[in-house]
């Protein structure tokens, strides 16, 4: 079946403008990620949705980066007043409900969204 | 702050074992152990997981000590396809923060 995907794979903005970044999950899946990704870095945890509700927020820089997903399915971060220091690859996970007794659900990865502030 | 210890970098010779070693001392009893690779401009990619008893799969065998405060990935036969970075994560609930992860470089 069809995978994480994500939209753009890759978006070019000038400093100060407004980007939205576009995740489309796995079917099904009730729960879903975003993370950054700096350059020789891991993942850094943005926001968890699980349906939704933003269900942990805590790894969201500062009030410029906003993420909804109206319809528990499709989601998308926001991000205002750009800065060059938001230059990194966003990428998008989806989980299906926790298994009982088998730990959290594995998270299934879109190929990520590399931002650009020029 | 990364609960996992990790080598930043290893070699295997391809058709060998590759043994990725972790520490995680402070890890407590209802933590799982995950592991998940990131080729080159991909996402990463789920692995394997467990609580304390080892694991294999189609990808890889995890080996938990039996004091749970490390662990080992194992992959059987390492083939150049396998050349990534791997992370060791653990986690009881949704979150899942990422370390620096090792690099693995398989070679001919």
């Known amino acids: 079946g069809a995978g994480v995907s994500q939209t753009p794979s890759n978006k070019v903005t000038e400093k100060g403008k407004y980007v939205e970044l576009r995740c489309d999950p796995i079917?099904?899946?009730?729960?879903l990620y975003w993370y950054r990704q700096s350059l020789g870095q891991g993942p850094e945890f943005l926001i968890y949705f699980q349906g939704t509700g933003a269900a942990d927020d805590s790894g969201l820089p500062n009030d410029r980066f906003f993420a909804v997903r109206p319809e528990g399915s499709v989601s998308t971060l926001k991000i205002q007043r750009t800065e060059r220091g938001d230059s990194a690859v966003y990428l998008c996970a989806s989980s299906p409900n926790r298994a009982s007794g088998k730990g959290p659900g594995e998270q299934y990865f879109g190929p990520g969204t590399r931002l650009t502030v020029t | 702050d990364a609960k996992t210890t990790q080598p930043p970098s290893m070699d295997c010779a391809e058709g060998r074992a590759a043994n990725l070693p972790c520490n995680h001392s402070t890890i407590s009893g209802n933590e799982y152990v995950y592991w998940y690779r990131q080729i080159h401009s991909q996402g990463p990619q789920y692995i394997i997981h467990g609580l304390k008893n080892n694991e294999t799969n189609e990808m890889a065998s995890l080996i938990i000590t039996e004091d749970r405060k490390s662990s080992t990935l194992i992959l059987p036969h390492a083939t150049l396809r396998d050349t990534a970075v791997y992370y060791c994560?653990?986690?009881?609930?949704?979150?899942?923060?990422f370390g620096a992860g090792t690099r693995l470089t398989v070679k001919p």
């Open positions: 994560i653990v986690r009881v609930g949704n979150d899942m923060r």
């Open positions: 079917s099904g899946h009730t729960a």
